[in-house]
Nanobody
Framework: QVQLVESGGGLVQPGGSLRLSCAAS????????MNWYRQAPGKQREWVAR????????NYADSVRGRFTISRDNAQNTVYLQMSSLKPEDTAMYYC????????WGQGTQVSVSS
């Protein structure tokens, strides 16, 4: 089973940037398409971005397209989410997972966008 550890969250002002990291272990990371998800308080978890195993293809939710960039380093077993032009509505707990998602979610990393 894949173990996932997210990091890099924090408090940032609107318009700011953050880079999230997700370190994977317990698997051959390079075979997996990877996703980022987020869950805001009182809302369902939503999909944010996806990257194929090779890193050649990426997809984004409409709400983040043009502002967020997903990337990966298969040598480091890590997937990243570069977030820029952050908005208060981006405030959420951010999670990574495989595609399709496994049941063993990580602890997530909190992103708060506020002035």
């Amino acid at each position: 089973q894949v173990q996932l550890v997210e990091s890099g969250g924090g408090l940032v002002q609107p318009g700011g940037s953050l880079r999230l990291s997700c370190a994977a272990s317990g698997t051959t990371f390079s075979i997996w398409t990877m996703n980022w998800y987020r869950q805001a308080p009182g809302k369902q978890r939503e999909w944010v971005a996806r990257i194929t195993s090779s890193g050649k293809t990426t997809n984004y939710a409409d709400s983040v397209r043009g502002r967020f960039t997903i990337s990966r380093d298969n040598a480091q077993n890590t997937v990243y989410l570069q977030m820029s032009s952050l908005k208060p509505e981006d405030t959420a707990m951010y999670y990574c997972n495989t595609h399709p998602p496994q049941n063993n979610w990580g602890q997530g990393t909190q992103v708060s966008v506020s002035s």
